[in-house]
């Protein structure tokens, strides 16, 4: 099974789960005698304030028919209110009663007191994740709804320097990747936070920079040019890699672009990069830059015996 595939089954798994955990599944929500469609409606009424029915079919995704049968029942209950619009007599528009407003209030206190018991099993940072990517998800399903042909995108920075955090994420990433792609073990994973360690000490050399991808504060990405380890004016290239969710999306290119920059600026001679033979993907990223394959070798430096290879870029 492809890791796309895998995806789509684990998001779908879960949104099963949440629908049937929420009481969707239920003739009645939030420990209402309403509708799932009726008591949001009464939220969306409550967040934007007097609307007409048009503007809660547009939000609600539902047929005007369905809508209009729904509100005629809230209506009838007491718990919306039809007032003309001053701009135009011929326009209602739906505003909460007092028995409304009393209704949406425990709502909020019912869905607020769900919520709260579910993240307090969570960790603080799994908390901010769920928050973050759920929110993401949503647009995006919103965005197909609605036929947008614009990418739902997070927002994302490439800082340079030292961040906290970023010795063990940047480790996490390559063991994770590495380990699940082509079974690298604990020799790999130690190796890279060692060397990390060591580098991240040395940040304050002119000649050593580290660049960082973050999304919403998270290290997704990374590169560094140590221009100590080779000697010779030689600049070493290390730590290249994204998230499994940012590949693709051309956040590589411009880290190497930002590292490339840097090198031509320090005039060192030429940039070197080590590898292994399978991955192709970020092979031709490297010879869009205008590195070419050296020199190539069994070796077993990553704790695993594998067709190693050397790039070499220089800088005339």
């Given at each position: ?19 049937r ?52 029942k ?69 965005a197909c ?73 998270r290290?997704?990405g ?22 499994d ?17 840097f ?40 704790g ?13």
């Amino acid at each position: 099974m492809t890791s796309e595939l895998q995806t789509i089954q684990s998001i779908r798994a879960a949104s099963r789960l949440i629908v049937r955990e929420l009481g969707f599944m239920n003739q009645n929500l939030a420990a209402t005698d309403y509708h799932p469609s009726a008591v949001h409606s009464m939220l969306e009424v409550e967040t934007h304030g007097a609307m007409t029915a048009a503007q809660l079919v547009q939000i609600l995704g539902l047929e005007k028919s369905s809508v209009s049968r729904m509100l005629a029942k809230l209506v009838e209950a007491g718990e919306l209110e039809e007032t003309p619009s001053a701009d135009d007599a011929r326009t209602k528009l739906l505003s909460l009663t007092g028995k409304g407003r009393e209704t949406v209030q425990n709502i909020n206190i019912y869905a607020d007191q769900r919520v709260a018991a579910a993240l307090g099993k969570l960790d603080p940072f799994t908390q901010e994740a769920v928050s973050k990517s759920l929110s993401s998800y949503a647009i995006a399903l919103k965005a197909c709804r609605e036929n947008s042909a614009e990418k739902v995108r997070n927002s994302f920075k490439i800082v340079s320097g030292y961040h906290a955090g970023m010795i063990g994420r940047i480790t996490e990433m390559h063991g994770s990747y590495y380990a699940r792609e082509y079974d690298f073990g604990n020799f790999f994973e130690a190796k890279v936070a060692a060397g990390l360690a060591d580098f991240s000490a040395r940040l304050d050399k002119p000649c050593n920079q580290i660049w960082l991808v973050m999304v919403n504060e998270r290290i997704v990405g990374s590169v560094a040019i140590d221009g100590e380890d080779l000697g010779n004016n030689e600049a070493h290239l290390r730590w290249f890699i994204l998230d499994d969710g940012c590949r693709g999306s051309g956040l590589g290119r411009k880290l190497i672009a930002e590292a490339m920059s840097f090198c031509d600026e320090q005039k060192f001679d030429s940039v070197q990069l080590w590898t292994f033979n399978k991955l192709i993907a970020a092979r031709r990223l490297y010879e869009s830059f205008g590195f070419e394959l050296s020199k190539e070798w069994e070796g077993d430096q990553w704790g695993s015996t594998i067709t190693e290879q050397q790039f070499t870029r220089k800088i005339i």
